[in-house]
């Protein structure tokens, strides 16, 4: 049988390997985390990507009504002229 320095010896080595096993057990969900983290943060990119190309887009499309509006606006006040000068033109001529 064993002696009691060997029993002691026995009981504390079974204690580290008891603690071994609790840590390895606390890593191993730690990298489960870790692995469900890692999972999230591609999503959220995936999620970035998209929205900073949606937002490059839209940017190009205002630039493109801003310059249609512009070209607009500028056809309207040409249209209006236009009819005041009809107008004029008619007056003048008929001599009303």
Do not use: P, W
């Not at 999503?43 to 630039?63: H, L, M, P, Q, W």
């Amino acid at each position: 049988m064993l002696n009691q320095k060997e029993q002691e010896n026995m009981k504390e080595f079974m204690t580290v390997l008891t603690e071994v096993k609790v840590s390895l057990a606390e890593l191993n969900g730690k990298i489960d985390q870790i692995e469900d983290i890692k999972d999230t943060l591609a999503k959220t990119k995936k999620i970035a990507d998209d929205a900073n190309y949606r937002s490059t887009e839209n940017n190009s499309k205002i630039t493109s009504i801003q310059t249609s509006s512009r070209h607009l606006g500028i056809a309207l006040i040409s249209m209006i002229g236009a009819f005041v000068c009809q107008i004029l033109f008619f007056l003048l001529t008929f001599g009303i």
